[in-house]
């Protein structure tokens, strides 16, 4: 080549700060701020998402070193649970009524006496279009080895309003056993 | 008839590229939610894609026009697609998935305008119009084989294994890349000393170009409208369509694809023919309409119906934002510099519609948000009947009747 263009570097730098800019953005905002989870989700979890780990982490807490010098806190206790025994939730495929995978659950609600009370679901959606975020009642959902089955097909699940952060959930119930009256699918 | 064999390549080069690409769409946020990310955290990661992509447009036109040899930046730039790719499957950890976006924004926006220098070269402008035609073509052919292919392995399998196959597609790619010859590339002179010199010159040049604003402003209204309106009908359909919902989805897909097979090498010798001001506005009117069609149509099959329309106004975009481009750098080696500012535009257009059409969808629903969407539409259109020139030259004009 006779003549290299002069100007090149200053665009391969220009470029490269270009590139830099977002990761530094992100390196400047520290550890990643957890959402406020539900409790739910907090206790014996036994395997971690797969993040660079929070500061709260599944690790029993160790004595708070700001407590006033009285009598030493005692460590918590640890107990260990059967690897059969309890499982993920967070991101876990739900399957429908025929089997196919249908929803991914993405958050639990717990009342306060920590009993979860629905499941927020991506529901639907081809390759990521069209997924809908909805709410279950909790007992609608039943949690097997094989993963998460939800007991509401699609035509029962038409037409429930998406879930909002902040508004009154709508859940969507199993309808009433066939026998007593009918109660609708979606209060 | 190495030439054919050139171009032959060119079209299973576009066919390919656009099977990788298809895996990156709303796909990255189902499997990253799988991998128990949380809402902020996925924003976050797609934000930086987002930006990445906006950011490293205008640089990456400056690179591609500032070098000859634009096959090998093609061939670097697929392999960071498939790096990024075998990243998100192989380890979906905060800062590699970060690395991923970013890398994956990079490398397309060197892809998309490398790939259209290359067709310049080969074919030159006269017939520049047909070729992107057939490079539209290929391109959706390639975005519904995979998008079938990817949603059955994401199905079957596992989220991972699309991005595993994403990976895996871009070998042929590289193979396609290789077969066209580096004898057939006739690129626009390189820029002399003198004008290279006056290279921020250039640039303001094409700043303070009318038409290249104007249409930079077009591409923008036209992707405002447009970027959202398929998850909004995608999210209806899923609220309102029982049992068949996720197959009326994957037709709403389907259907512009095969349309935009069907009819963009026919948009591309129209521009040659008739001029660009004909198929423009024939695109940018279907936009506006599909928006009122489709926030007064439920019936799903009349949705999949109105789709026609996207796969009309995506050809002709997908034909005419090159071409036009083209058009516009005749004379000095801008090509590039064009097409991302052009690119630059709808990426903006893209991220205005999805921010607005979520939030005027949760407050007026998503009526309010389709009638939102078609008039930007229609602000597009009356900006291309009126204030866009036709660019299409004289010489173009007596080449492509006698070719």
């Known amino acids: 080549m006779l ?38 989700t907090a206790p014996p979890a036994t395997t971690q998402p797969p993040v660079d780990p929070p500061p709260a982490s599944a690790t029993p807490p160790v004595a708070a070193p700001t407590t006033p010098p009285q009598a030493e806190v005692p460590p918590a206790a640890r107990e260990t649970l059967e690897a059969r025994a309890a499982f993920r939730t967070m991101g876990q495929d739900v399957k429908g009524p ?19 009370v629905a499941a927020i679901l991506d529901y639907g ?51 009433a056993a066939p026998g007593t009256a009918e109660a609708p699918a979606n209060r | 008839m190495l030439r054919r064999r050139s171009e032959r390549s060119l079209d299973w080069l576009n066919f390919f590229v656009a099977n990788v690409q298809t895996g990156f769409g709303p796909f990255v946020a189902v499997y990253l939610t799988a991998q128990a990310w949380t809402d902020v955290e996925i924003g976050v990661a797609l934000s930086v894609g987002t930006a990445t992509m906006m950011l490293a447009q205008v640089p990456a036109g400056l690179l591609v026009d500032a070098t000859p040899r634009k096959r090998l930046l093609a061939m670097i730039a697929m392999i960071g697609v498939a790096l990024s790719a075998v990243l998100l499957a192989a380890w979906p950890a905060r800062l590699p998935i970060l690395a991923s976006e970013v890398l994956h924004g990079v490398a397309s926006c060197i892809l998309a305008p490398a790939i259209a220098a290359i067709s310049l070269a080969l074919v030159g402008r006269a017939r520049l119009g047909e070729r992107l035609g ?40 590289m193979v396609t890349l290789t077969f066209i010859r580096q004898s057939e590339l006739h690129p626009p002179p390189p820029p002399t000393p003198v004008q290279d010199a006056a290279g921020r010159g250039e640039i303001r040049g094409l700043l303070t170009n009318r038409s290249v604003l104007v249409f930079a402003a077009c591409c923008l209204l036209f992707t405002l409208a447009n970027a959202a309106m398929l998850p909004l009908v995608g999210a209806e359909i899923t609220r309102v369509a029982g049992d068949e919902a996720n197959l009326v989805i994957a037709a709403c897909i389907v259907v512009p694809q095969f349309v935009v097979a069907l009819i963009s090498p026919w948009v591309g010798r129209m521009a040659q023919s008739r001029g660009r001001r004909s198929m423009l506005m024939l695109g940018f009117a279907a936009l506006p309409v599909r928006g009122l069609l489709l926030s007064v149509v439920s019936d799903p099959l009349g949705l999949a119906a109105v789709q026609m329309l996207d796969g009309i106004s995506a050809a002709v975009l997908g034909v005419l934002l090159p071409l036009l481009a083209a058009d516009l750098t005749k004379g000095n080696n801008r090509f590039n510099l064009c097409m991302a500012l052009f690119g630059l535009a709808v990426g903006i257009g893209a991220t205005i519609s999805t921010t607005l059409a979520g939030a005027i969808s949760s407050w007026f629903g998503a009526g309010a948000a389709f009638g939102v969407l078609a008039g930007s539409g229609f602000l597009a259109f009356l900006l291309v009947v009126f204030l866009m020139p036709e660019t299409r030259g004289e010489e173009d004009e007596a080449e492509s009747v006698t070719a």
């Open chain 1, 3 to 40: 003549s290299r263009p002069r100007p090149l570097p200053l665009r391969y730098a220009a470029a490269c700060i270009g590139l830099l800019l977002p990761t530094l953005a992100f390196a400047a905002d520290g550890d990643p701020p957890a959402e406020a989870p539900p409790a739910a």
């Open chain 1, 98 to 116: 025929s089997g196919i995978v249908v929803a991914q659950l993405v958050n639990i609600l717990v009342n306060t006496e920590g009993q979860p």
């Open chain 1, 125 to 175: 959606g081809f390759l990521g279009v069209g997924k809908r975020r909805i709410a279950v009642a909790w007992r609608a959902l039943q949690f097997t080895p094989d993963g998460i089955g939800l007991g509401l097909s699609r035509e029962q699940l038409r037409g429930l309003p998406e879930f909002k952060d902040g508004e009154p959930a709508v859940l969507a119930v199993p309808p």
């Open chain 2, 134 to 173: 057939r490079n539209a073509r290929y391109a959706s052919l390639g975005n519904g084989v995979a998008a079938a292919a990817m949603g059955s392995a994401g199905a079957w399998f596992s989220g991972a294994s699309v991005f595993w196959l994403t990976a895996f597609m871009m070998i042929p790619a």
